[in-house]
């Protein structure tokens, strides 16, 4: 469904268990940066009624998800460290484009936006059937399905209101971008990393 190109090794939950406070102070901070997304994208598209309306429900729904992490992190006696920043996320910024119409960047920054949701979707995906840890085996998998969500959320919003890009083969190209990224990652207890 997701349409990656390169699946995460197993063995990446191995990493992540050695020190569950740093990917659980990382996964925060990735649910506030995509609320803080989502609330850009709003800011520059709110004459799209319907985006704004479902992508507020989306930003509340990460924000909830910060809170959720922090609860985790708080209940086992954990600090949530500093803010990290996502190498990741940088690169597919990068890939982005910003030029041309400012319909083509609103384009884009949906299927970014896709992209990393499709991303943490996988990722979570493969904590939910790995991690020995039951409780935030559970998590995750619940988190798994709302993520997958919000991806297909991103992309029909992409599809929706493009009005020159294809958006099929742009989002081909995002994958093929994102394949070969992935494959700098998966060595961190980070939830891209």
Known sequence: ????????????????????EEILTDHAWCEQKAATNIITIITYNSEHEELVTD??????EELEHFQMVHNIIKERG???????????????FKFMKKDGSRND?????????AMIEARSCERFKV???????????????????????????????ARK??????????????????????TN???TETVHG
């Open 1 to 20: 469904m997701l349409g990656l190109k390169l699946v995460t090794d197993p063995k990446w939950v191995n990493i992540v268990e050695s020190n569950i």
């Open 55 to 60: 992508l507020l429900e989306i930003a509340k």
């Open 78 to 92: 954990l600090k949530l460290g500093r803010e990290r920043k996502d190498h990741y996320v940088n690169e597919l």
């Open 105 to 113: 960047a609103f384009v884009d920054r949906l299927l970014f936006s």
């Open 127 to 157: 904590l939910s059937q790995n991690i020995e840890d039951r409780e935030l085996a559970e998590f995750y998998r619940k988190l798994m399905i709302s993520e997958a969500g919000h991806y297909t959320t991103f992309l029909g919003f």
């Open 161 to 182: 209101y493009s009005e020159k890009v294809d958006v099929d083969k742009r989002w081909a190209e995002w994958l093929d971008f994102e394949g070969k990224l992935i």
């Open 185 to 187: 990652y998966g060595k």
